[in-house]
């Protein structure tokens, strides 16, 4: 295996800067990668190797040409197939947009583009991003790098898997209710959720409008700091993007990696960390505590009582939201069109005939609570009540707020569970989102790092911050991360068992 799939994104930023490897090289190095073990974690729908390499030779091309480019040009990356890519098939993990190739880049990947970073194609989800586990995608399962045999959380397993398996050193993720964080958690990588606003959603296939957000994947807290301050800022395409700039994420990332952390407050969610947790996470959980207080933290406990009902109000909003967003695939303008096999074509029948094809079993159970909810008669009762939860839920981080600087919690509940062990229980698949959603009802910042093992599997830590201060996210992740790997004697990564290698 090439040195060069182990290294960061920082290192290898700065050895393409030194002119010790070329972009050519570490993109080469990463496809091959790709080609030896993917087909055993299915990290990739599609992989973009002749024009990942073309920009590679641009860049190094350039930088020979004595050009001051990006410090990220020249490092490759994998972005999530809800992200539109022009030219590139972007799918949503659906059959109904099967071979579907956008006409334009979302603003996130011209982001990417103009930094120089070499797109290496595009990575597995849940089908239009619904689900935590990545066995929903109509293209198949990801396997967890970890043990193929386990899932890799989800809607953005394929991102996780990749950087994971160092078949990437950084990818794109979307988070709607924990889809980076989660898979994050349950792979050993790193994943951030920015503020509400912090990162264009003009060119996101649309799940939940007011709570998807994209954000970085990758295998430390600073090249998560240096990845979202390539893709964060203002967009004029997007109507809910914010206008403030963003704050020195990656100067955040370097002050917490001296390990200092005296005076920052550190809220302990009391209601994110109890009964239904694992005990193995419940203890790395407790562990990561301690050295924030050895590093200086205050810890204290929050209660934030109305995240009890913050599942149940997400799966509310969520569906409601899915129902009128996905009511744009109709086999009439783009993506799969099935006519009725008998009778009349009709607009209606078309309509029928091609989302009952083209749309998976848990689109199919969304879409249908998604209407209920807004029904005549139940809209109050519903989706009425579960936004009210939702200011609660608001109202409860903003308490918080004032008696910390972050919050704190597990990431997910549980380690990686076997693939096709919650399939059939669609609540108890819910159940891992619920230390995430809080955070995407908030338009809070949030971010996963790795905290250690349990029976052999990552666990992960969740760091909260208030909207607009997602630089406090970096601060106090590589404050733990560097810790964290004093104890370990390198990176947690380090300690995954070897895939094998195809011929």
Known sequence: MSDLIRRSAADLATALQSGEVSSVEVTKAHLDRIAAVDGAVHAFLHVCTDEALAVARDVDARRSAGEELHPLAGVPIAVKDVVVTKGIPSTAGSKIL???????????????????????????MDEFAMGSSTEHSAYGNTHNPWDLDRIPGGSGGGSAAAVAAFEAPLAIGTDTGGSIRQPAAVTGTVGTKPTYGGVSRYGLIALASSLDQAGPVSRTVLDAA??????????????????????????????????????VRVGVVHELNGEGYQAGVRARFEEALDLLRGAGADVVEVGCPHFVHALAAYYLILPSEASSNL?????????????????PVTAERVMGATRGAGFGDEVKRRIILGTYALSAGYYDAYYGSAQKVRTLVQRDFAAAFEQADVLVSPTAPTTAFKLGEKLDDPMAMYLNDVATIPANLAG?????????????????????????ADDRLYRVGAALEMLLEQQWGGPLLAQAPELEVTA
């Open 98 to 124: 099967q071979g579907w190739i956008p006409p334009y880049d979302a603003t996130l990947v011209e982001r990417l583009k103009a930094a120089g970073m070499p797109i290496l194609g595009k990575t597995n």
């Open 226 to 263: 240096l990845l979202h301050a390539v893709i964060g800022g203002h967009d004029p395409r997007d109507s809910t993007s914010l206008t403030d700039p963003l704050p020195d994420l990656v100067g955040a990332a370097r002050l917490g990696a001296t390990g200092d952390l005296t005076g």
């Open 327 to 343: 009511a744009r695939f109709d086999g009439m303008r783009y993506g799969l069109r099935v006519e009725p096999s008998d009778g």
């Open 444 to 468: 809070v910042p949030g971010l996963s790092l790795p905290s250690g093992l349990d029976q052999g599997l990552p666990v992960g830590f969740q760091v909260l911050a208030p909207a607009r």
